[in-house]
């Protein structure tokens, strides 16, 4: 009678280990890079043998895409400027090869994060719009609203991206006027320093999703990288790329100028990922991972 209650004991546990098993086969590991960040902060994560999949993430969801080796689906998670300290988990939906489906999650953790503010007492008319320049304001923020929409969901880019000028950064990423008492957006990109009519490169592969010249940007260009990854480039002083044009990274877009709301040669550097403003050298430091 003891014989054959560890037998069945041994079958029972056989049977669970096998459970187990089949629960984690098909795909390989989940691996998130980093695992803590901070707000503005861009997360990378990727998993093998799984023929497709989605995450939910920020509230949003999106497609994993397949990577340059051909066996790995991989997504980009965005943090928003304003995201509060702790822990946070994104959900996986995946197909295994002979489409078997599951579920796995992962976890990062969000670190405090203090930005810059300056606080400026300016003549009332530098700070609040007219009417007309609101309203251009207005149908600008529209037609790029309809232009983001159509960002590719698929992979473009192929490689690691770069600077698009090599100036230092005159003005942060989440840094904040607080004018007359009124406080205004964070810093939604990076000033980088740079001449009148320096080259302005492509960050990377992509193409060129809008061009224009708007009340706060000036001549600007919009790159659509793929996987919900768009870079802009404000303040040029001349633009060298048509809409729906492709470009290779490093290639030239445009010159670096003072157009739109600018004090001075510069650019405006911003990379958004599934519509969340990142801090671009943040984004960098991700390829040096990668």
């Not at 014989?3 to 004991?9: Q, R, V």
């Not at 994104?90 to 300056?118: D, N, W, Y």
């Not at 207005?138 to 770069?162: C, D, K, N, S, Y």
């Not at 060129?208 to 790159?223: C, M, R």
Request: hydrophobic share 40%; net charge positive; with cysteine.
């Amino acid at each position: 009678m003891k014989w054959k209650k560890e037998k069945i004991l041994f079958l029972v546990l056989c049977l669970m280990a096998l459970l187990v098993a089949g629960a984690g086969a098909g795909s390989g590991p989940v691996n998130l890079i980093p695992e803590r960040l901070y707000p503005g902060g861009v997360a990378w994560v990727q998993i093998s043998d799984i023929v497709s999949g989605r995450i939910l993430w920020g509230g949003g969801s999106f497609p994993l895409c397949l990577l340059p080796d051909g066996r790995s689906l991989g997504a980009f998670l965005p943090v928003p400027v304003d995201a509060l300290p702790g822990r946070r988990e994104a959900e996986l939906t995946l197909v295994a090869r002979g489409g078997k489906k599951l579920s796995r999650q992962v976890a990062m953790t969000i670190l405090p994060r203090e930005f810059p503010v300056q606080r400026l007492t300016l003549p009332e008319a530098q700070v609040t719009l007219s009417r007309k320049d609101l309203a251009r304001h207005r149908r600008e923020r529209e037609l790029v609203r309809q232009a983001l929409a159509e960002r590719e969901p698929g992979r473009i880019w192929t490689g690691p991206f770069r600077r698009p000028v090599s100036g230092a950064v005159s003005t942060p990423f989440g840094f904040r006027r607080i004018l007359n008492d009124k406080p205004r957006n964070p810093h939604s990109g990076v000033d980088l320093r740079g001449g009148q009519g320096t080259p302005v490169a492509a960050a990377g592969d992509g193409l060129v999703l809008l061009t224009g010249d708007h009340f706060f940007a000036g001549h600007s260009v919009y790159i659509d990288h793929g996987m919900g990854v768009v870079t802009l480039y404000f303040h040029l002083s001349e633009v060298s790329v048509r809409e729906g044009e492709p470009v290779s990274a490093g290639q030239t877009i445009g010159r670096i100028g003072s157009t739109g709301r600018s004090t001075g040669p510069h650019l405006h550097w911003g990379v958004q990922i599934h519509g969340v403003n990142v801090d671009p050298l943040s984004f960098l430091a991700l390829f040096e991972k990668y």
